[in-house]
């Protein structure tokens, strides 16, 4: 068993860790069922998973106000807006209470601009970010709860995966969560190189999340996305087939860095018996 790779709860109980080989585990509410019954299933596995000593993380968010009409990930720290900006803060403080009483490793935040793919910048930006990134941290740091924001390139001011490096790091509880699909999508969109990109987070990164696509269209633009949405990393996954990235490569890359890796993704693409051989066959490399 490696215990720094893992998986979330979506598609894998966590009972099933020991039998596939996976140390760790991050919770999320998904979207089957109810929103009682999500958070019902979450508190279980987070009870379980204390039970056992598994190490656990928690994607956020895991409480959604009754007025929040937006898809449960979207996110407005960067938002013109300043109502919506002050309800995702609201919103955060109000998980960073619950999430302080859970005790994971740390939790995971989307954060730029995830809700719209190309996001339109404004004059007052930067300040904004400023303002977001600080306001972040004071919040982890009243909770005491590690924050790690999943780096996204949807947002044409602040995708550069250096300048995400620059502003994150003078925080003590900040982190990036490096995510291999978003990253792609990103330097599709934006025209760098994806392996520059990945070695430069991967060393600055806290943790990660695994998936990968296939196709040359980012988001809505791609045909695998919409019909499969995360694939997970397999055998046989080569640039040279048109998929997002050398799966072995990456994923070997990733390892060498001893640090959380989330598997997130979908069992739609070829089923579940692919989805659990990618699995397997992950768990080899590691």
């Not at 009870?47 to 598994?54: D, F, L, Q, S």
């Not at 934006?190 to 695994?210: C, E, K, T, W």
Request: aromatic share 12%; net charge negative.
């Amino acid at each position: 068993m490696f215990k720094n790779l893992g998986i979330n709860t979506v598609h894998v109980d966590v009972d099933q860790l020991d039998d596939i080989g996976l140390g760790r585990i991050e919770m999320c509410l998904g979207r089957h069922g109810t929103y009682e019954e999500r958070t019902a299933k979450m508190g279980r596995d987070i009870a379980h998973a204390k039970e056992r000593g598994i190490p656990f993380s928690i994607h956020l968010p895991i409480v959604i106000p009754h007025d929040f009409e937006d898809d449960y990930l979207d996110v407005f720290f960067l938002d013109e807006n300043k109502s919506r900006r002050e309800m995702s803060f609201r919103m955060l403080e109000a998980n960073l209470i619950e999430a302080s009483k859970l005790q994971p490793d740390y939790c995971v935040l989307h954060f730029a601009g995830v809700y719209r793919a190309y996001a339109t910048p404004f004059d007052d930006f930067e300040q904004v970010l400023g303002e977001a990134l600080s306001r972040i941290n004071s919040l982890a740091e009243r909770h005491q709860v590690k924050v790690l924001l999943e780096y996204m390139g949807s947002n044409c001011k602040f995708f550069e995966y250096e300048q995400w490096i620059e502003k994150i790091a003078p925080y003590a509880m900040l982190g990036i969560l490096t995510d291999t699909g978003h990253l792609y999508f990103s330097s599709l969109i934006h025209g760098f190189d994806y392996m520059q990109a990945l070695n430069a987070l991967a060393s600055s990164s806290d943790a990660f999340h695994l998936w990968t696509t296939k196709g040359r269209g980012a988001y809505g633009d791609s045909q695998y996305y919409r019909d499969y949405h995360h694939i997970i990393p397999h055998k046989g996954q080569v640039l040279s087939d048109n998929w997002a990235f050398d799966s072995e490569h990456v994923i070997k890359r990733i390892a060498q860095e001893r640090k959380p890796m989330i598997i997130e993704a979908s069992t739609v693409y070829e089923g579940m018996s692919y989805f659990y051989e990618g699995i397997v066959w992950m768990v080899s490399l590691v």
